[in-house]
Nanobody, 115 residues
Framework: QVQLAESGGGLVQAGGSLRLACAAS????????MGWYRQAPGNQRELVAD???????NYADSVKGRFTISRDNAKNTVYLQMNSLTPEDTAVYYC?????????WGQGTQVTVSS
């Protein structure tokens, strides 16, 4: 098992920035992939970005060039720096840990971008 504690969501104006953080705890294994997903009302949950233990990253096309994912393996923490936010980025953002044998999810943090 692993517990995920998210922080950093909130309300921001279009063009602004937010930084999300997610700290993992309670596990006894090396975390393979950490990432962020988001879900807007009426939409399916979608991948925003993820990063492997070795630092390889993957981004949704809609956030490339605006969002940056990073990871501190010593702290078991993943970050998502979000710049140039638009109202279309409004969603609940979920932290994810993905192992070959299972997935773990955080409770989600709301990000709201006003126009």
């Amino acid at each position: 098992q692993v517990q995920l504690a998210e922080s950093g969501g909130g309300l921001v104006q279009a063009g602004g920035s937010l930084r999300l953080a997610c700290a993992a705890s309670g596990h006894r294994f090396r975390i393979a992939t950490m990432g962020w997903y988001r879900q807007a009302p009426g939409n399916q949950r979608e991948l925003v970005a993820d990063v492997s233990f070795g630092g390889s990253t993957n981004y949704a096309d809609s956030v490339k060039g605006r969002f940056t994912i990073s990871r501190d393996n010593a702290k078991n923490t993943v970050y998502l720096q979000m710049n140039s936010l638009t109202p279309e980025d409004t969603a609940v953002y979920y932290c994810n840990v993905r192992q070959s044998w299972g997935n773990f999810w955080g409770q989600g943090t709301q990000v709201t971008v006003s126009s």
